[in-house]
C-alpha cells in the first residue's frame, strides 16, 4: 500500500544482532499490526498497537508507536534464525479498512 | 475454534476459466477482507467489507467481484482468470465493532493461472 511504507524492503544481519524495522503511515493511524511469515506459510500476528507511545513486546521483539509521527518500529534483539521470514505491518487507517506495507524480507546468517 | 476458512487450498486454472474462493469465519466478526500476495511482497487489499451487507473496494479490485453472503461468509470471484493474478490469496477477519482487536487470516489459497 502506498499509504505506508515499510523500510528497509530486505535484510541481512549476522546471527546475534540487533535490528529495526520501519513502518509509516500518510494517514492517521487508528492501529497498527506486526505479522511475520516464513516463507510460503501462512501470517503469525505479533502484536497490535493502538495508542500512541504504546510498547509491546514478544519474546526479543519489541514494538513501538509513534502516533505523532505516525510511525511504528519493530526490534528485534540479538536475532536468531529462527526471526528469518517477511515482516509486514498493517494499519487499520480508516472505516475498518485495514491495508499493509510491502513487507521487510529478514535473512539471519549464522 | 476453526476461525477463518478458506477454500480451495490449491488450484490451477486456464485463462479465461472462473472460479470462486470461499471463505467462512466462525467469530461472529462483523468485516472480512480479501487480500493477495505477490512473491516477495506485501498484501494488497482486493476487495472487503466492512460489514454485512456491504461490499468495498481496494486497492487491486479490477478483474474481480465479492459476495458477503451472510455473516460468516464472504467469497471472491474471478470471472475470467489472467495469468497476472497468479497469486495466493487470502481472507481474513476483524471484530470490526471494537477497535484494536486481531485480524486473523485464513490459511491461504494458491491460484496458479495457466
Not at chain 1, 513501538?64 to 509486514?88: C, F, M, N, R, V
Not at chain 2, 489472467?82 to 484494536?100: E, N
Request: glycine residues 10%; charged residues 20%.
Amino acid at each position: 500500500s502506498q499509504e505506508l511504507e515499510q523500510s528497509p524492503q530486505s535484510l541481512i544481519v549476522q546471527e546475534g544482532k540487533n535490528l529495526t524495522i520501519n513502518c509509516t503511515s500518510s494517514k492517521t493511524l487508528y492501529g497498527l499490526y506486526w505479522y511475520k511469515q516464513k516463507y510460503g506459510e501462512g501470517l503469525i500476528f505479533l502484536m497490535m498497537l493502538q495508542k500512541g507511545g504504546e510498547e509491546k513486546s514478544h519474546e526479543k521483539i519489541t514494538a513501538k508507536l509513534d502516533e505523532k509521527k505516525q510511525q511504528s518500529s519493530l526490534h528485534i534483539t540479538a536475532s536468531q534464525p529462527s526471526h528469518a521470514g517477511i515482516y509486514l505491518c498493517g494499519a487499520d487507517l480508516y472505516g475498518n479498512k485495514l491495508v499493509f506495507g510491502a513487507g521487510t524480507i529478514l535473512r539471519v546468517k549464522s | 475454534n476453526a476461525g477463518v476458512t478458506q477454500t480451495p487450498k490449491f488450484q490451477v486454472l486456464k485463462t479465461g476459466q472462473s472460479m470462486t474462493l470461499q471463505c467462512a469465519q466462525d467469530m461472529n466478526h462483523n468485516s472480512m477482507y480479501w487480500y493477495r500476495q505477490d512473491p516477495g511482497m506485501g498484501l494488497r487489499l482486493i476487495y472487503y467489507s466492512a460489514s454485512e451487507g456491504t461490499t468495498d473496494k481496494g486497492e487491486v479490485p479490477n478483474g474481480y467481484n465479492v459476495s458477503r453472503l451472510n455473516k460468516r461468509e464472504f467469497s471472491l470471484r474471478l470471472e475470467s482468470a489472467a495469468p497476472s493474478q497468479t497469486s495466493v490469496y487470502f481472507c481474513a477477519s476483524y471484530h470490526g465493532l471494537i477497535r484494536g482487536g486481531e485480524l486473523f487470516f485464513g490459511e491461504g489459497s494458491r491460484l496458479t493461472v495457466l
